[in-house]
Nanobody, 126 residues
């Protein structure tokens, strides 16, 4: 059974930073593309960043420069570093994994990922 468990979400003030973690079990990262998504209240799930099977990294255009995705193979952990946070970043953040390659438009689509964590809440106050 593939399991993804996120952690690191909390409340911070605008301008602050956070690092989210996602620990995977049941498989190895090397065989799966990994992604971070977020869902704000009343909105759909939005792609944040992806590391694909070859290690290439993609970001949502609106988040480039503030967010950094990385992974530690030894620890089977995916990370999301978030800097200069603003209230609009308030959301539940999810990590996801999928063994299939994805085309350009599919890379940050929720439907392109088979496995999901339960999410971790990030709240940014003004």
């Amino acid at each position: 059974v593939v399991q993804l468990v996120e952690s690191g979400g909390t409340s911070v003030q605008s301008g602050g930073s956070l690092r989210l973690s996602c620990i995977a079990s049941g498989y190895t990262y090397r065989g799966h593309a990994m992604g971070w998504f977020r869902q704000a209240p009343g909105k759909g799930r939005e792609g944040v960043a992806r590391i694909d099977l070859a290690g290439r990294i993609y970001y949502a255009d609106s988040l480039k420069g503030r967010f950094t995705i990385s992974k530690d193979f030894a620890e089977n952990t995916l990370y999301l570093e978030m800097n200069n946070l603003v209230p609009e970043d308030t959301a539940v953040y999810f990590c996801a994994a999928d063994p299939r390659p994805a085309s350009v438009p599919e890379r940050l689509r929720p439907g392109s990922y088979q496995y999901w964590g339960q999410g971790t809440q990030v709240t940014v106050s003004a």
